[in-house]
C-alpha cells in the first residue's frame, strides 16, 4: 500500500509492505511505515485556510494502518475541533 497526495501524487511513499522491518508496527502481515507515511500525509493536511469554505481535504482512508500515526490522529483530531470540511472513509474497528 502507498499513501499519495492529492492532486496528481506528486508526493507519493510507501505506507506499508509484506516485507518490511520487524521494528515497524503491524497492521496484519504488513509492516507500515510510519515515517514515511507522515512525510506524505502531515503536510497535506496543512496549509488551507479551514475558514474558506471552498476547501476541503479528501482523505481515501483512515483506517488501521493510518492509525498507527499519532501526529496524524491528531492532526485529523484538530481538523475536525476547528470545523475544517473533511470528506473520506473510516475503516470501523473489528476488534471492538
Not at 36 to 42: D, H, K, P, Q, R
Not at 70 to 86: D, P, Y
Amino acid at each position: 500500500f502507498d499513501v499519495a497526495s492529492f492532486p496528481c501524487g506528486r508526493l507519493r511513499a510507501p505506507l506499508s509492505r509484506k516485507s518490511g522491518p520487524a521494528s515497524h508496527p503491524k497492521t496484519g502481515s504488513y509492516a507500515v511505515d510510519v515515517q514515511s507515511f507522515e512525510g506524505v500525509a502531515l503536510p497535506s493536511l496543512g496549509g488551507l485556510d479551514s475558514s474558506d469554505a471552498r476547501h476541503l481535504y479528501v482523505l481515501d482512508e483512515v483506517g488501521r494502518m493510518e492509525l498507527h500515526s499519532e501526529r496524524f490522529r491528531e492532526r485529523v483530531a484538530e481538523l475536525v475541533a476547528g470545523g475544517t470540511r473533511l470528506i473520506g472513509a473510516v475503516t470501523a474497528p473489528i476488534y471492538g
